[in-house]
């Protein structure tokens, strides 16, 4: 318990807003985000969207699961997630992608 109460006392402020980040449902830009993915790719199996830039929407990461690459090498599938999202990309500093073909 010492070491969870030092913890606290030392970084509270952090340890608060991941408690609340953890709490919460997803951000308005990751909502808006996953919207347009799913729009673009409704096919996907999987879709998260994470805001990992402590909930200032500055970056985020995104992990798309679809048959929509199936055939396509990664580049290519990240250039159809990039597509997708180049209006929102623009008031980003950063943009993580993960993708992968459902295995079956």
Do not use: W
């Amino acid at each position: 318990m010492i070491c969870v109460s030092r913890f606290l006392r030392i970084n509270q402020e952090g340890f608060t807003l991941h408690i609340r980040r953890c709490l919460s449902s997803q951000t308005d830009g990751e909502d808006r985000i996953a919207r347009i993915l799913k729009e673009k790719f409704p096919l996907a199996s999987s879709l998260k969207v994470v805001d990992i830039s402590g909930g200032c929407g500055a970056m985020y990461e995104v992990h798309i699961e679809s048959n929509e690459f199936k055939g396509k090498k990664i580049i290519q599938q990240h250039q159809l997630v990039n597509q997708a999202l180049k209006d929102e990309i623009e008031g980003m500093h950063g943009l993580r992608i993960f993708t992968d073909v459902p295995q079956h």
